[in-house]
């Protein structure tokens, strides 16, 4: 991160001024909060939109979007700062791919993060997507078994794909919240997490600053970030599991195994049955 | 006399540890003599003492001596078991040297077959000897060409024996015993024709006629005995012997004693015109000398059971005939020989007349042991090998002042061969010519060369492009290996191998060991046997941890190179038991198949490309690990061959602790523990030629790891030694395992065939195995099989069924899987 350069962040003066106001407010108050910089994960399947939530949150163009095919083959991290605040955007490459989670994918996100502290998991999805399927859970159960659980109370799902036209008379609302509630379901299922820390973007314009204030609001949640170490990628490292415990193990090898044994030994040699003539 | 010959080495350069090998088997099947052979050994001391017949009346004290004790069956066996059969000193000579020859050719016969040089002890026999071997003496009389002389004397007259021509040959053309008590004649299976050389068809001289009166005359078996002939139209003569049988009053008490080492009883003289009292007096001294030598004797061996049965004999009998000594003095011949007991013999019945029926045995007690060392010419000569050394292989039983027993002499043989320092070992009982009765065991060595170098070279042909053998792929290969061993005599030896597939690129597969063992760390004296080795060595092996699971076709494989030493020490408990504890320091590099240092296993993408970030090989990452570690190893295992099946049962307990010595500090402790049972499912009766019992075996494996664990470290689910119908590491690799197996086996004609059900499971710590090589090679962590197959020879020839695909496939495999 550190030889990475830094830009400025100037396309914040693109935003309405009312937008780019809000967005001065929360980084503010973030700043408050002495947080200086802050890093946002952007996961979610393929072709679901998460380098458009990307370039939209930057307000450039800075990776590149492509309707019809993957465009983004690795992790790609946007760096931008205002007035002493850093903002981490981290794209990702789609993690479903031919009907499976790609671990290979997987890999190299989590490689990619090593050593970085993430605020804030953005799960994209689609809105006009009407089916949860296992595939959703066994995605949210990849993340959360690469990451650990605790990245879903840093998470917020969002919904991309927004402007469609409801099926069979429901409305708007109706799909919305049906959508986003079997959606949550499902990730709660599959990071096995009971709290609904899990935020979903409400419906409503403007939706950027909106965005930035839930992940103020995350960011701000009380749960520290996920420092990916190597630790986490890795799991727990087995060898030192109960390395403390082998003087012990050993003692209890020489008296209950070894010993016994011994004694076994001297009572077939007793016991043995010896030929008549001895 | 018997010995036992593990059988010749051939070359020293050739004495591989093969070839000893084979040698100690064979030892252990080298057949032993009839036992029957070795009586004969003790029995001349009989021919001097004085038979009872020369008493006018045999009452009361006079023992009653029972000469003719062997059966020519038993002479027939011994020379036709071609087994060393030596008569070293024979005790007696002189008398009548007509059957020398025929003595001479039975134990030259045995000999032959021993390769020691049978001594043809029967040549220089005398008396006795000749009734010995007689039967084959008169076996090679027998020779249809012998021409014989017609008695010249008109048909069907009785002729005295004194009336023959000493100058002619007789045919015999029937012999018949006549009882003269009972007035007729004795059928041809009874004991009695034992006890005559003669036989029908035979030819002899008037001489030997006379001689075989004189000795039936002198067995003491007969108050009175004779030998008419009778002679036939064509010449040949018919042999009638009419005989009083001795008897004596009907006893009802037994007593067995040991008379060994104890001077024969020699009866005075009695003269003939002693006076009635002198007479009187003259029996009652013998009497109390007779008591004083029983009360003097030892105990004998012989058991309360057959004592038991001895006396029912003597019940059921009433009066004591000779007939029924024989018989007694066959069953108690018999229960010594049947437990190995092959010196001892019944020597003489005493006290007779009396209620008591004395039975006198020379057990044939061991008054010295003696080793001597043979060059390779068989001349006695200096041992390299010091005495403790052979002294402690010996069974209690064959040292001095026990009785010699022809078990004991079988497993001094297998214990001195198990050394596997001489070529040839003979254990040799042999008369002691001081002690009368005594036996001094001998035992003859010939030592192996000492030192010893050995080159095999082997050509393989590799496979070269496109898997087809080419001429410029056939290597040159073997191995150069040399021996010292036996040093200082105490059975320390250095040993050194290379091999390699190629010579002329040694440096590709250089196979080295160097090894040191020095036994009897304890001293040669104390009777704890412990032996320290050290050994240099180097190991490649392909590691089983990166191997693909069923689908995946082919992992790129790792080799794990192993170079180090090791020190340890060995605690022999028993022969199958021990105790190993040592240290272990070694550098281990684990290789690809071009033979590069590789840090990581390399995995297969689902693009059919291979990446190099598979699971880490080694502990420190780089593909080249130091560590030192303790190493103990305790093995209880009781098993035994029951008709040629295993029984019993098996315990093994291996534990590695590392020190946290050497790269990234390795501090661990690996253990496993293997329980097996082989249950017998039925009772069998033990013995050759018996069907073995089936067996149900039970067998269970833990194996787990705290601490550091190297790949090449994880324990290996499937393969033949884990579960069977898996290929070698395809269920997995954990850090802790489970195997369990039951196997079940009918033995069918004289092998067997067996069913079993193996299950192995990692217990979820796979992924506790750094880089989880079980999931990046689509393993499942676990697995089950089951099948069925039959033992042919050391093949086993098996159908496993994997559980985890429902597909069977047959297996070949070498040696057992418990």
């Known amino acids: 991160m550190a030889g990475q350069l830094i830009k400025e962040w100037t396309a914040i003066q693109q935003f309405p001024a009312a937008t780019q106001e809000k967005l001065v407010d ?100 689609r809105l006009d997507a009407y089916r949860v399927d296992n595939l959703d859970k066994q995605v949210v159960k990849a993340i959360a078994d690469s990451f650990g659980k605790e990245i879903w109370h840093k998470a917020m799902v969002v919904l991309t794909h927004a402007q469609l036209s409801p099926p069979d008379a429901l409305s708007y609302e109706e799909f919305f919240s049906k959508r986003s509630e079997s959606l949550l379901k499902c990730v709660r299922q599959g990071a096995r997490i009971s709290k609904k820390d899990v935020k979903i973007l409400p419906t409503g314009t403007p939706w950027i600053p909106n965005l930035v204030h839930i992940i103020t609001d995350v960011t701000l949640n009380g749960k520290s970030g996920i420092l990916v170490d190597k630790k986490l990628i890795e799991g727990p ?12 193990i050993l003692a209890f090898q020489y008296f209950f195994v070894i010993k016994p044994i011994q004694k076994w030994i001297k009572y077939d040699v007793a016991r043995e049955s010896k030929p008549s003539w001895d | 006399m018997s010995s036992f010959a593990a059988p010749s080495h051939l070359l020293p350069l050739a004495s591989s540890a093969a070839s000893r090998r084979n040698s100690s088997t064979a030892a252990i099947v080298s057949r032993l003599p009839s036992s029957n052979s070795i009586i004969q050994c003790d029995l001349p001391s009989l021919a001097a003492s004085s038979p009872s017949s020369q008493n006018p009346k045999p009452s009361k004290s006079p023992p009653f001596l029972l000469k003719s004790l062997i059966s020519p069956k038993s002479l027939a066996i011994s020379a036709g078991s071609c087994i060393l059969f030596q008569l070293s000193t024979p005790l007696f000579s002189g008398g009548d040297s007509i059957f020398n020859s025929g003595g001479g050719g039975g134990g030259g016969g045995g000999g032959g077959g021993g390769g020691g040089g ?91 006629l006379q001689k075989e009166l004189e000795t039936l005359a002198t067995c003491g078996m007969f108050e ?65 000398d007779y008591r004083r030598r029983i009360e003097r004797s030892r105990p004998c061996l012989l058991p309360v059971s057959v004592q038991r049965e001895i006396l029912e004999m003597l019940r059921d009998h009433g009066k004591v005939s000779a007939r029924l000594l024989q018989k007694i003095r066959d069953r108690v011949q018999q229960w010594y020989q049947e437990n190995g007991y092959a010196c001892a013999q019944v020597v003489n019945f005493g006290n007779l007349n009396t209620k008591e029926v004395v039975c006198e045995v020379v057990e044939g007690d061991i008054t010295q042991l003696v080793i001597q060392f043979q060059d390779k010419l068989g001349n006695v000569c200096e041992g390299n090998t010091q005495f403790p050394v052979i002294k402690r292989e010996m069974p209690k039983q064959l040292r001095q002042g026990q009785v010699f027993n022809i078990e004991a002499g079988k497993q001094a043989l297998r214990n001195i061969n198990s050394l596997s320092l001489f070529s040839n070992i003979e254990v040799n009982p042999r008369p002691d010519e001081k002690n009368e009765g005594g036996i001094i065991v001998e035992i003859k060595l010939k030592e192996l060369e000492q030192k010893s170098a050995e080159v095999s070279t082997e050509w393989s042909i590799v496979p070269g492009r496109g898997g087809r053998p080419t001429l410029a792929s056939i290597q ?117 198949e071009s033979s590069h240092i590789s840090a990581t296993g390399q995995r297969v993408l689902p693009s059919g490309g291979v990446s190099a970030d598979g699971p880490p090989t080694t502990l420190s990452g780089t593909g080249v690990d130091r560590m030192a570690f303790l190493q103990a190893n305790i093995t209880r295992d009781n098993t035994k061959f029951l008709n040629g099946t295993i029984v019993g049962e098996r315990n093994v307990f291996q534990l590695d602790q590392g020190l946290g010595i050497g790269s990234k500090f390795p501090f661990f402790n690996r253990h496993q523990l293997t329980v097996t049972r082989f249950l017998q499912l039925k009772q069998v009766e033990e013995g050759a030629g018996k069907s ?59 092998t067997h065939a067996y069913v079993f059900a193996e299950h192995g499971n990692d217990l979820g710590s796979s992924k506790d195995v750094k880089g989880n090589p079980t999931e990046v090679y689509r393993r499942m962590g676990h697995g089950s099989s089951y099948g069925a197959g039959v033992k042919l020879g050391l093949v086993r020839a098996e159908y496993a069924v994997d559980h985890n695909s429902g597909t069977g496939a047959i297996f070949f495999r070498f040696g057992e899987r418990f």
């Open chain 1, 26 to 125: 929360l980084l503010g108050k973030l700043k408050n909060q002495n947080v200086n910089t802050l890093t946002i994960l952007v996961m979610g399947k393929g072709g679901v939109g998460k380098s458009s939530t990307v370039n939209s949150i930057v307000g450039e163009r800075v990776v590149t979007v492509s309707a019809f095919q993957s465009e983004t083959p690795r992790p790609v991290m946007v760096s931008r700062s205002r007035s002493g605040f850093t903002l981490n955007v981290i794209d990702t490459p789609g993690l479903v791919e031919g009907g499976y989670v790609n671990d290979q994918v997987l890999e190299t996100i989590k490689r990619f993060l090593l050593n970085k502290t993430i605020d804030v998991l953005l799960y994209v999805d």
């Open chain 1, 237 to 248: 490292n087995a060898n030192d599991r109960g390395k403390l415990f082998i003087p012990l």
């Open chain 2, 118 to 208: 049978g001594g043809g002890g029967g040549g220089q026999g005398g008396n006795f000897w000749s009734r010995i071997f007689s039967p084959a003496a008169v076996a090679k009389d027998d020779d249809p060409q012998q021409e014989w002389d017609s008695h010249g004397l008109p048909a069907n007259i009785v002729v005295q024996l004194n009336k023959l021509s000493g100058f002619k040959k007789y045919k015999v053309s029937e012999i018949l015993f006549l009882d003269r008590r009972r007035g007729s004649t004795v059928g041809t299976e009874d004991s009695f024709f034992e006890m005559v050389s003669l036989r029908p068809g035979g030819v002899y001289t008037k001489a030997q």
């Open chain 2, 224 to 288: 009175k005995v004779d030998l008419e002939t009778k002679t036939n139209p064509d010449g040949s003569i018919n042999i009638t012997i009419p005989f009083l049988e001795s008897t004596w009053q009907s006893a009802d008490r037994f007593r067995c004693i040991n008379v060994g080492l104890m001077p024969q009883s020699k009866p005075i003289e009695m003269d003939p015109d002693m006076t009635e009292k002198e007479r009187l007096e003259y029996y009652r001294s013998q009497e109390k």
């Open chain 2, 476 to 592: 040159p290969g073997g191995t150069v290996s040399f021996e010292h061993r036996n040093i200082n005599g105490l059975n320390r030896s250095l040993l050194g191998s290379v091999t390699t597939s190629n010579f002329l690129n040694p440096q590709d597969d250089l196979a080295f060991k160097l090894e040191y063992v020095h036994p009897y760390i304890d001293g040669v004296y104390n009777p704890r046997n412990r032996t320290f080795r050290t050994s240099c060595f180097n190991s490649r092996k392909l590691s089983p941890v990166f191997t693909g699971g069923p689908g995946i076709e082919e992992v790129p494989p790792i080799w794990v190179d192993r170079a180090g030493v090791k020190a340890n020490i060995t605690e022999n408990f028993t022969r199958q038991s021990k105790f190993t504890y040592g240290l272990v320091m070694e550098e281990i590099t684990t290789r690809d």
């Open chain 2, 692 to 750: 073995p019992p089936p067996v149900l075996v039970l067998h269970g494996h833990y194996g787990g790891c705290v601490g550091d664990l190297p790949s090449y470290d994880a324990f290996t689910l499937g393969g033949p030694y884990s579960v069977r119908g898996y290929n070698m590491g395809e269920l997995g690799a954990a850090r802790n395992i489970l195997e369990v197996a039951a196997e079940l086996r009918i033995p069918v004609r004289n």
